[in-house]
């Protein structure tokens, strides 16, 4: 069975650190586009990292410099390291497979279950 | 940053009625537009890719129309599942800088 589950949420002080894991299951993270994406309480979507199949990574913006995507082909495992955490980081983080129809199509088809992060003192 | 804005915020719809949900971007983005489902607590489930093709295991009710800057995700009869919050997300930039519409509420008339 294809699937994704993700793991290492929990409650962290501001300006601290944590790390995320997402363990797949029915397909290579290592040949893959895998990303993070993440949701607020009552918000939408953000996507946040993507690594590449060749392990060239791609931040947005708002985590450039404080988070760290990566890969482990042995463990089939998608990481997450979070720093320097903010209150505004609170969210529910949901790894996914960027899957590519063609050379431009593509979508996130394969979805975790999310696991909650909340920054606060 | 592309912004996508969606449309209506909340749409209320009777079972077995059509519903027309609107995406907007700030940019043309092509065809380069997905439509997402998310039911509560669960995890998003892809709908649409390249602006009109169903992702495998999508009933023909729901299909997607539009390029450039304006698209519709339409569900031609709904069914009691149907009901959830649908997000459009546009994956024109590369390097990726993917970004999502607010998300449009579809909820029972």
């Known amino acids: 069975e294809v699937q994704l589950v993700e793991s290492g949420g929990g409650l962290v002080q501001p300006g601290g650190s944590l790390r995320l894991s997402c363990a797949a299951s029915g397909f290579a993270v290592s040949s893959s586009f895998m990303s993070w994406v993440r949701q607020a309480p009552g918000k939408g979507l953000e996507w946040v990292s993507i690594?590449?199949?060749?392990?060239?990574?791609y931040s947005a913006d708002s985590v450039n410099g404080r988070f760290t995507i990566s890969r482990d082909k042995t463990k089939n495992t998608l990481y997450l390291q979070m720093n320097s955490l903010r209150a505004e980081d609170t969210a529910l983080y949901y790894c996914a497979r960027t899957y590519f129809y063609d050379s431009r199509t593509r979508g996130f088809d394969i979805w975790g279950q999310g696991t909650m992060v909340t920054v606060s003192s | 940053e592309i912004v996508m804005t969606q449309s209506p915020a909340t749409l209320s719809v009777s079972p077995g009625e059509r519903a027309t949900l609107s995406c907007r971007a700030s940019?043309?983005?092509?065809?380069?537009l997905a439509w997402y489902q998310q039911k509560s607590g669960q995890a998003p489930r892809l709908l649409i890719y390249g602006a009109s093709t169903r992702a495998t295991g999508i009933p023909a009710r729901f299909s997607g129309s539009g390029s450039g800057t304006e698209f519709t995700l339409t569900i031609s009869s709904l069914q009691s599942e149907d009901f959830a919050v649908y997000y459009c997300?546009?994956?024109?930039?590369?390097?990726?800088?993917?970004?999502f519409g607010q998300g449009t509420k579809l909820e029972i008339k």
């Open positions: 690594i590449y199949p060749g392990g060239t990574t």
């Open positions: 940019q043309s983005v092509s065809s380069n």
């Open positions: 997300q546009q994956y024109n930039n590369w390097p990726p800088g993917d970004t």
